[in-house]
């Protein structure tokens, strides 16, 4: 699977990949200053080396989608099917903006955004993962700070739909892998002074890489006549934000008011070693012994549950 990870660009089969090394060059080649994500790309070495990241994602793992045949393709962070997929060790991304070209229509925007996605995949890429072989086909039985059984039982529960909070830790770590994401694209704007775009679509992804969406943003609903695909974009953009990003924000107001911050690096530090011994005793002292168990073990957890 890692040696070949064309099938997962062959699900979009109308979109030309290429490793975003090469795509880089590419846009340079052609007058593109890409300086930017480089910029932004140290960033997250330093502060991820802060959390233990000894690594990031190599370029040549990450592929970018643009040149599609579709007609109105466009591409970002939120295009359908795509991220980072741990068995083949392969990030799977989009080029922001409309996909019909090789070259982006929104050079700064479409850097900020391809950081931000890069960012967000080098915490994903650095979690730690346990597998086990299962008559043999291999496991995920820990994802970070995330369990599952071979039995299938999962160690927390899903959210249920439309709630503010969150008690499931996929949300959890996905949320904490996003505000660190963004919080490196925000900087990394504001340091190259690139500013906000005046129509809408392109304001709110600006506002949304740079994570500076405000709850009116979340509930928008933006139309966009003349291209389905921008329409189901910005659906897909304000439901990620309501269902990850805005959860994760209520949990650490909820559990860490005023030491949110604090709570963040705890969780990202954990995330990676997989080690939640001192994120647990930090929140023991805050709510009693057996926090990270009580806020997130389902009850069936160690249930006997299906065979393997």
């Not at 979690?127 to 299938?152: D, F, H, L």
């Not at 660190?180 to 906000?196: H, K, L, M, P, Y």
């Not at 389905?228 to 008011?257: C, D, I, K, M, W």
Request: charged share 25%.
């Amino acid at each position: 699977m890692r040696a070949d990870a064309s099938p997962l660009s062959d699900r979009h089969s109308e979109h030309m990949f290429r490793p975003l090394s090469e795509m880089l060059s590419r846009w340079a080649a052609d007058g593109i200053d890409t300086t930017l994500f480089h910029a932004g790309v140290e960033r997250a070495k330093r502060r991820y080396a802060g959390y233990g990241l000894a690594k990031m994602l190599p370029l040549d793992r990450v592929l970018v989608g643009c040149d599609s045949s579709r007609t109105g393709a466009f591409g970002g962070f939120h295009h359908p099917d795509q991220g980072y997929r741990h068995l083949q060790m392969v990030a799977v991304i989009t080029m922001y903006g409309p996909m019909e070209r090789p070259n982006p229509e929104r050079p700064a925007l479409a850097l900020l955004d391809l950081l931000r996605a890069y960012a967000h995949d080098c915490l994903h890429y650095g979690s730690r993962r346990r597998y086990v072989e299962v008559a043999g086909v291999p496991v995920r039985t820990q994802y970070g700070i995330n369990y599952r059984r071979t039995t299938g039982q999962s160690y927390s529960a899903a959210d249920q739909r439309g709630t503010p909070h969150t008690r499931n830790l996929g949300i959890v770590m996905e949320g904490a892998c996003d505000k660190e994401a963004r919080s490196i694209t925000r900087e990394t704007a504001d340091r190259f002074g690139v500013t906000e775009p005046s129509d809408v679509l392109g304001a709110l992804a600006f506002r949304d890489v740079t994570g500076r969406l405000t709850k009116e943003d979340a509930a928008r609903v933006v139309d966009v006549p003349e291209s389905e695909e921008q329409t189901r974009y910005a659906a897909a953009l304000s439901g990620y934000e309501r269902g990850v990003n805005r959860r994760y924000s209520h949990f650490l107001e909820e559990f860490a008011p005023g030491e949110e911050s604090k709570c963040h690096t705890r969780l990202l530090a954990a995330i990676v070693s997989g080690d939640v011994t001192a994120l647990g005793t930090w929140l023991d002292e805050r709510h009693g012994p057996g926090t990270f168990a009580g806020l997130f073990r389902t009850s069936g957890y160690f249930d006997p549950g299906l065979t393997a």
